[in-house]
């Protein structure tokens, strides 16, 4: 599933691209796809509108129309490509954008979990999810206190919490371990068992991390769309995240692998100790 930096890098892809477009038409594949409100409606309140803008909220993306905007998540498998109109359409495009210019932003989605929701303007979005997310990492109040108040007191595992989007907005597995490892905290340690200075540590490596791989994942809008917006830059750059037994690259210790609430998590045993009793 695409994380922040990745969400991140087609925001900066497409926004300048898409900047000013008008929408003139829209072609559904798939109207499950549309979440809220019909289908019907959600293509009659998209055509003719122009974009202005868009943004990120957590691994949300938003299409800005004026007053009106467009929330999209990709979920596990979905691709947002602008095409030239005639460019050969991929099996599993659920939605064509229809655009001024001779262009199209289209929709791919080979596991069809991706969705998308069209909140009016002055409309309170309670349909999306977005209104449950938690602050962004980059969020001045991200600190160490906020991070132990939120969950200082739980017997969970701190990798739990570093993914539930109700407490941090965008994080994901492969940046969880990351960032874990950076902050030489082991992955399956009690949230609870963590010191402040723990905390505090974590908090300022969260931004740093995540903003040190939105900047190893830029990309041109040609060479996005030659990987067909798939081949992200990261993975050269990645510690633990899918290395168990390589070695660590600090200390060279053979990398390990646990699972946690169902999710494969990668760290060194030396580097990030279990507390110790």
Known sequence: MPELPEVETIKRVLEPQLFDRTIREVFLNRPEIIGYPSAELFQSGVTGARISGM???GKFLLICLGGKRIVLHLRMTGRLLLVPSGFPEEKHTHIVFSLNGKTELRFIDPRRFGRFWLIGNGEEDTKSGVHKLGP?????????????????????AVKEC???QGVLAGIGNIYADEILFTSKIRPDRAANSLTAAEWKRLAETIPERLSYFIEKNAVAPAEYLAGNGTEYRNTPFLQVYGHEGAPCPHCGTPLRRVVIAGRSSVFCPHCQKAKKR
């Open 55 to 57: 943004d990120r909220r």
């Open 136 to 156: 962004e990492p980059f969020d001045p109040a991200l600190d160490g206190a906020y991070l132990q108040s939120s969950c200082g007191g739980r017997k969970r």
């Open 162 to 164: 570093l993914l539930d």
